[in-house]
């Protein structure tokens, strides 16, 4: 499977962007897809997942990040999506798709195949 992602961008604080990672060379849902982000100078941080069933796990655990990051999948579209809202400075990373074939992992060195990445700056 090759991944895109798209979507990403500079919004100003409080801004809202939305996230897609499109998927060829094989279904979707054959996948657990999971969303990365990776601010300059810091690891990789896990944000979201979404398993091939439709379960989600959100693992940013600031108090901050809460509710602000959805994840979801459209298979028919065999696309996934990370809808952002109220974006701080703090969220400025480059973020990225990746898919698992078994099951949602926080750890980005599971993840089989990944995108080239989306920038997303908020600027404040």
């Known amino acids: 499977v090759q991944l895109v992602e798209s979507g990403g961008g500079l919004v100003q604080a409080g801004g809202s962007l939305r996230l897609s990672c499109a998927a060829s060379?094989?279904?979707?849902?054959?996948?657990?897809m999971g969303w990365f982000r990776q601010a300059p100078g810091k690891e990789h941080e896990a944000v979201s997942c979404?398993?091939?069933?439709?379960?989600?796990?959100?693992?940013l655990r600031l108090p901050s990040a809460k509710g602000r990051f959805t994840i979801s999948r459209d298979d028919a579209k065999n696309t996934v999506y990370l809808q952002m809202s109220s974006l701080r400075p703090e969220d400025t990373a480059v973020y990225y798709c990746?898919?698992?074939?078994?099951?949602?992992?926080?750890?980005?060195?599971?993840?089989?195949?990944w995108g080239q990445g989306t920038q997303v700056t908020v600027s404040s």
């Open positions: 060379g094989r279904p979707l849902s054959s996948y657990t």
């Open positions: 979404v398993s091939g069933a439709g379960e989600s796990t959100n693992y």
């Open positions: 990746a898919a698992e074939p078994l099951r949602c992992y926080s750890d980005h060195t599971l993840y089989d195949v």
